[in-house]
């Protein structure tokens, strides 16, 4: 009889408890699949004392370096999150023959290269669906599925924390404080948030993305990050007005000069665009390939069993690759394109600010936006008889762009904020999906 | 220097010819991606006299026995469809030792089991993402990435004609047959339709994507089929009244005591079901998994550079294999499920038709349901005074069932057509998405 595939699990949280409770329930459908049996010999967590149903204590154990020095190990399942000792720990497994399934995004995110280095010279795989989206399968169609293809764009909302929150703003009007405080009270967001609504979690998810879309490597600290911490109601309303719901979006693709733009911000979404509806926790991503046209992927994005799911999906097709002595191979970062800095980015824009009530304001504020060459697409002036104060400056403008680039974007905001004739805040938001 | 991957291309049509434009004018980015260079080395059609540009005529031919005779190849693209020559080709070409792309659905829903088998045993690939939904990845999301789950069901819009018209039916207010005229015209339907509007196209697509989520094999003709063309605008009408809109839906799922219900049939999809907003010739396949959850995949369903680079997906992967002697290890049809019969499917039904105007009616109509256990949702009553000829049967009956077994509504209907006091036609339409 054939001896077992030996599997190491590194994490018993929410997800890696889900999985070893499907490595073990599930033994039988999984060799059924694989043509071999797995063997969970070990689990490495970092805490001995936090009780962990439904996995057998005798596997527990805190000295992971120990466990990922075993010479035997097939499959290793890193679950721990966070840059180190992940890594570290991901190498010696490596570096011992174990074929790797891992969902850290932030170490994904952080250095990819060298992880696929060590894994394509020791011949063994490398694979992290549940590092992006959940359960959605995207890291599978980019890196195979579309390989044969010509990616345009990617642009996802890939945070179901912000994505919640930004929802929640919309239904029940309340502010991002408001919303948060729900979010973290339903167990959306985390009691430190941080990562999520300022966007972190988005960013390292747009790099991952970023890369395997345009065949080379993108680091987190490449990429341009804007949270949703500045969302306010007003900018909540004008969007509606607009036919537009404001989604924190990550974005990568290519500019006229074969750079890449790789960027999260929120964005007001025009409703027309299938993202627009993407509600509550939910992530999806938009893909538009040269062949292929324009593909969406939806489903849960986060969470113990969908993400355990994705787990599974690349533990089955490692399991089989072993079980036959062979690994995929998949590495294609060939190219050698920059990433852009933000400026050279082109976008449409909603910007809004109030200006005092006198003759030729209009025009005033009109030629700001000529001088740097922006081409507006609509213009809206209210009037603030609505009891808002207004000190002095009464009058309300809304303008959307057309496509224009970040920097002089970022010149006209200037100007307009030293404006004797423009109140206090001139607010900025992008605009998707015209 | 290391020599070229040999592709030999069968079929030189829409789809055909895109793949041989890709791999020419892409060589350089395949050779980066995959390791290898590819080298297209024939390319067999069934008439030598009908014009290929883009294609070096030194490698048509006409004699694709032969070609796949070579014992040199390392890949053969089948894109010549239907069963035969087709797989007598295929197989041909897998005895001597190529892997194989196809998109090939009605050769794969008649009998994927010995094509599989022949390819294990040979130690080469068969991939067909191109055979279902075009440039939409879920084969390999199905066979690959869902693989550690359990799917409970999969239910899509997998034919873009009957999509397309069904589509103009509501947006133009018009008869299927204009729709269709319309749908020829605009080249979204052949001049023989008929494969697509009796949803034999989507039963060939139903059976390959049940077969894969349900670990086994499922033939075309287990699959039932019903297409759109007794579909009405009174139905049309019925379903906009009743927040649905009408979809040819291919569905798969597993009945309580673990067999398959394989289906295809025209649905009133509910408005909010994600489904139910896919417009013109998309297509858009939803997924139920138990870790999962619900996932959705949206694109293109066909066309020939869609469809291309679904193939070309497939020949990077297989080519990669190839350029290190290696193949996946993909087949997972170990169950032994069997497909049920329709009349143990169940589904939620509308039902609709003309009855006299006499006292006690809806009693009579009421219990015919309540006799065969046909629990009731909905029920609208309305009265012809708008013209229509009643010929004695003046009021309308439209019932919503909860989910209740085909048979036992087949038994209903029987019922109603032979009642006195019920009018010509009963109407039977099932729903999805409540």
Known sequence: MTKPLKVALLGAGVVGSQVARILVQESDTLESRIGR?????????????????????????????????????????????????????????????ASIVTANKAMLADDLGSLSRAAVDKGVDLYYEAAVAGAIPIIRPLRESLVGDEIAEVMGIVNGTTNFILDKMVTDEVSFEEALREAQELGYAEADPTADIEGHDAAAKAAILAGLAFHTEVRSAEVFCEGITDVTPADIAAAEQMGCTIKLLAIAKLTDDDRIIVKVHPAMVANKHPLASVSGAYNAIFVNSREAGELMFLGQGAGGNPTASAVMGDVVTVARNRARGTASHLSSGYTRRAVAPIGESSAQFYVSFDVVDRPGILAKCAAVFGRHNVSLRVVQQSYADDGRPSDGFPARLGVMTHLTLEGSLSKVIEELNEADFVGSTVRVMRVEGF
Chains 1, 2 share one sequence.
């Open 37 to 97: 049996r797995l063997e969970l010999v070990g689990v490495g967590v970092r805490n001995l004392d936090t009780p962990r149903p439904g996995i057998d204590p005798a596997l527990i154990t805190d000295d992971l370096e120990g466990l990922v020095n075993r010479g035997d190990l097939d499959v290793v399942i890193e679950l721990i999150g966070g840059i180190e000792p992940a890594r570290g720990l991901v190498l010696k497994a490596i570096e011992n023959g």
